[in-house]
């Protein structure tokens, strides 16, 4: 069996990669922040957050593709989920914590209670779906800043939270979160998934869920993956507890089914033309091999 040397650059090796493959728009999913205790006097803040970091990667040029409810489930699941039914290789979960706002009441009633600054953390993991890898993981810890309650709670969604000096504080936080984000997986390679095949003249045509909003040009070459542990087949089970076997089945390593060329680009797919002997079947990952210029 022929091993494809670059599935292992994707999952081992991505930043030796050349300049040259930087800066394709890879799709991300965002799971709203889950707060365990949300403060009471600030509304919607887990939401918040994720509409600020989405819009930071969006800065970063990559494509937040959907946001989906806070999740308590910190394996990698939610991650493939989001590989199989929303085509997006990158997943990001968030958390934050100790929000409340603090206060000491004077031993004189008449004056009224102190509050001290406000802080929190945030952490988050991400994760990739085609590969089931945990590519990085972070916690971030927000300066603490004068916040004082209003009578009436705030909804964090508006602009007015973000132009306080904890909002800004939290925001910086987002930026922070994005750098890294962008650091880890802006070098990796493209993986896309086969759709559909058709057989035509002798040759298979591979639908793929890449297109020109993904960064891909006419032309363009991918290598046709035979991933180890199909996603379909052996279900997350078998990616998620490898330490615990879920099927009977032959598992065989990663193997690259040589290469097909784009003859047909659409905004949200492409069409590869694929001439080697293998059945391709719906499922399988492609990996871009040209550079992009």
Not at 92 to 111: A, M, P, V
Not at 189 to 195: A, F, H, K
Not at 244 to 253: D, E, K, S
Request: charged content about 20%; overall charge neutral.
């Amino acid at each position: 069996m022929r091993i494809g040397f670059l599935i292992g650059l994707v999952l081992l090796l991505p930043h030796t990669a050349s300049a040259g493959v930087c800066n394709y728009p890879h799709r991300v999913v965002i799971a709203d922040m889950q707060i365990a205790h949300p403060p009471n006097d600030l509304l919607h803040l887990g939401r918040a957050f994720s509409d600020r970091l989405a819009a930071e990667l969006t800065e970063h040029g990559f494509q937040v593709t959907a946001r989906v409810p806070a999740t308590r489930d910190s394996s990698l699941e939610p991650a493939i989920g989001a590989w199989l039914r929303q085509s997006a290789t990158y997943f990001i979960n968030l958390r934050g914590e100790d929000f409340q706002l603090k206060g000491k009441r004077s031993h004189l009633e008449i004056l009224p209670i102190t509050f001290e600054k406000r802080g929190g953390q945030i952490s988050y993991t991400l994760d990739q779906g085609s590969s089931a890898s945990r590519l990085r993981e972070g916690s971030h810890t927000i300066s603490p800043a004068k916040y004082t309650p209003r009578h009436n709670p705030v909804d964090a969604t508006e602009q007015g939270f973000w132009e306080t000096e904890y909002g800004e504080h939290i925001r910086l936080v987002a930026r922070d979160i994005a750098d890294e984000i962008a650091a880890e997986i802006t070098c990796r390679p493209l993986v896309g998934r086969v759709t559909k095949v058709n057989h035509r003249y002798g040759a298979q045509e591979l639908y793929i869920d890449l297109g020109m909003a993904d960064g891909l040009t006419n032309h363009a070459m991918f290598d046709v993956i035979r991933t180890g542990a199909p996603l379909a087949s052996l279900g997350s089970h078998a990616l998620t507890r490898r330490e615990q076997p879920a099927t009977h089945r032959p598992q065989y390593a990663p193997e690259s089914l040589g290469a097909a060329r784009v003859i047909y680009l659409h905004e949200q797919y492409a069409i590869l033309r694929y001439s080697e002997n293998y059945s391709i079947s719906t499922g399988m990952q492609v990996l871009l091999r040209t550079a992009k210029p």
